[in-house]
């Protein structure tokens, strides 16, 4: 692939993305990674992308843009979410070409494939015959070795946080939330060490002290996620124990009590804030504020990651969060 030049704001938006571009380095300096989940949304063109940078025979392309648009982030931000490690193991090509275009120092974040985090495959159209079926590969930790950890291992010093999001769990999945902290125990003493990984739930009923006693014996992290039936970030960091281990995710989604497809036909093409969440926002500096309080090895850093889907344009989320 042809070099590109570094990329050079134009003058109606250089101010708020040196803005941006300083607030994000002023808190990767102290350790703290702030990002965003994915990056290839042409909505963020005239902010943080210039059009004319993929242009192909004078028109703009979509699928260069969506090819090279990485590099132009990883000259703001120091991390990314990459959300689509969620429906595909990732592969060797994959990887190898998003660390070229981030280049050195930029960490990739995944949220790990479904395949080992669904007890239950829901009953879409991407599962086929497999929908509404028991997952006998459910938690296991020679296929996520193999499969998820391979293709990654070249890469180690790249990667960031690996986040197991287990989706909603139907009433009696577990017969108690021991039961599933159980279950997780046994996965991570199955798994080598060295990785950053965090756990994100969907289901309150197993934020759970014998949920966070498993992960804070493994060195795991609980991932405090903003989601419509999650109890708030804010809250989330009132319960004792919450802060597991020597470093924290976050991942900042959605306004509690809204759903995914909601907030997709209220934001979309999330070209602008549409919906400014003061408590989501004072959770996000209220965690900021305790991250640089905490004594933290210098190859731990932390993650912060903003949804589009949060306040309509994680851009400008972000950019108040870092702003003085």
């Not at 940078?53 to 979509?62: A, H, N, P, Q, V």
């Not at 996520?144 to 180690?156: G, T």
Request: with cysteine; net charge positive.
């Amino acid at each position: 692939m042809d070099e590109l030049p570094l990329f050079s704001p134009g003058p109606a938006r250089s101010e708020r993305w040196e803005r941006l571009r300083a607030g994000v380095a002023r808190l990767a300096g102290e350790g703290i990674l702030l990002g965003t989940s994915s990056w290839k949304y042409p909505g963020w063109i005239g902010w943080l992308y210039e059009r004319d940078r993929y242009l192909t025979r004078g028109r703009f392309s979509e699928a260069r843009f969506r090819r090279e648009c990485l590099r132009a982030y990883a000259e703001v931000f120091p991390a990314v979410s990459v959300d689509a490690g969620y429906y595909a193991f990732p592969t060797a090509e994959t990887v190898n070409s998003l660390r070229r275009l981030a280049g050195d120092g930029f960490r990739l974040s995944f949220k790990v494939t479904d395949e080992i985090t669904m007890r239950r495959f829901p009953r879409l159209d991407r599962f086929g015959a497999r929908a509404g079926q028991e997952n006998p590969r459910f938690l296991d930790a020679d296929l996520f070795r193999r499969a998820f950890l391979a293709p990654l291992e070249p890469h180690r010093h790249q990667v960031g946080v690996l986040m197991f999001e287990f989706a909603r769990f139907a009433p009696g999945t577990w017969s108690s939330p021991s039961e599933f902290a159980d279950a997780l125990d046994r996965f991570f003493a199955g798994l080598p060490g060295g990785w950053s990984c965090g756990v994100e739930l969907r289901n309150p009923e197993l934020l759970h002290p014998d949920y966070l006693a498993a992960l804070a014996r493994h060195g795991i992290a609980h991932v405090l996620n903003q989601w419509q039936a999650m109890p708030s970030v804010g809250e989330q960091l009132k319960v004792p124990g919450i802060l597991t281990t020597d470093f924290t995710a976050a991942r900042f989604l959605l306004k509690p009590g809204r759903s995914y497809e909601e907030a997709v036909r209220l934001f979309s093409p999330y070209d602008r804030l549409r919906e400014p969440l003061p408590e989501a926002r004072a959770a996000a500096r209220q965690l900021i504020d305790t991250l640089r309080s905490r004594p933290r090895p210098p190859q731990r850093p932390s993650f912060i990651f903003v949804n589009n889907r949060l306040e309509g344009h994680a851009l400008e989320t972000i950019l108040a969060l870092v702003s003085p």
